[in-house]
């Protein structure tokens, strides 16, 4: 089994504009697809660096000198890169959410296939765990995540209907919270309805969100004038900050114009939004929500 089937791989890669001497980071390592195919365009005196805080990715290390794996999740990058004696890189590579090999392994309870304990950490020393925010969760924070972070419009009655179940018994595998939600999952969208329940509490679990965030503010710093930046999301609240943030610099409300109307901006597009072609989701169906979105430092 592929531990991760890279999507957009050539147009992310392409948007990086590689110099065959310059140094490069991939913030998601995972299989190490992305990172095969930057090291693949770098010459003898290129670096690049990637992160990943899912220890299974460790076993797909890349043995190249130029090749360097740090096992921390990305919203410390620039803090990791200075400890490597890195204040700016070239070019940086982010593949968000989850991989396939997290899809793949049951017990890991990423998918809506298997029934698996409630976990859903991308790094397994998270102290926080699905198990937790569902049953420890108080009512309103519950409904909050939902709406949120799975827009999901029934995300008030969800919550209070596990609020009700746990009072029972404590919830503790995904088939026991498909089972307290029945009511909300009619066979003919279950698995929408499940995909963003899911992607609600996964999103919680790892602080996925704060961590973009944090990661595209150092990004700012980290990228000198003309680094660019390659970033592939699979759902709209990653999409929307990030394209907010590539186009003004912020995540919400508008900078600040001068006199004449005009406001600075760290970036500029590149290209318009790209999206995988049918061709790839025939093969990779996991493709079909990615949006790649690359940006020029200015």
Do not use: C
């Not at 670096?47 to 220890?55: G, I, T």
């Not at 901006?265 to 949006?291: T, Y």
């Amino acid at each position: 089994m592929e531990y991760h089937n890279p999507v957009l791989l050539n147009e992310s890669v392409d948007g990086l504009n590689i110099r065959p001497d310059g140094v490069y980071v991939d913030v998601t390592f995972g299989g190490g697809g992305h990172s095969r195919e930057i090291l693949s365009r770098l010459g003898p005196d290129g670096k690049l660096f990637a992160f990943d805080q899912d220890e299974d990715a460790q076993a797909n290390v890349i043995d190249d000198s130029r090749f360097t794996l740090i096992p921390e999740n990305f919203r410390f990058i620039k803090r990791y890169l200075r400890f490597y004696g890195v204040k700016e890189v070239d070019g940086i590579l982010a593949d968000l959410g989850v991989s396939s090999h997290q899809f793949d392994v049951a017990e890991r309870g990423f998918s809506t296939r298997f029934d698996a304990g409630l976990d859903m950490r991308m790094s397994r020393k998270g102290e926080l765990d699905a198990y937790k925010v569902i049953n420890d969760y108080e009512e309103k924070h519950l409904r909050q995540i939902f709406k949120e972070y799975g827009e999901i419009k029934t995300g008030g009655a969800m919550a209070n209907t596990i609020v009700h179940a746990r009072r029972d018994k404590a919830i503790k595998n995904t088939g026991e919270l498909k089972e307290a939600l029945a009511k909300f999952l009619p066979p003919h969208k279950s698995n929408k309805i499940l995909a963003q329940i899911y992607q609600a509490i996964r999103i919680e679990v790892n602080q996925e969100i704060e961590v973009l965030k944090e990661f595209l503010m150092q990004v700012e710093e980290i990228l000198p004038s003309g680094g660019r930046l390659s970033v592939i999301s699979y759902h709209s609240l990653e999409d929307r900050l990030v394209k907010r943030f590539i186009r003004n610099g912020m995540f919400e409300g508008e900078p600040e114009r001068d006199i004449y109307g005009n406001f600075e901006v760290p970036f500029k597009n590149i290209g318009k939004l790209i999206v995988p072609d049918e061709a790839e989701i025939a093969k990779n169906n996991r493709a079909r929500s990615a949006k790649l979105r690359i940006a020029e430092k200015l």
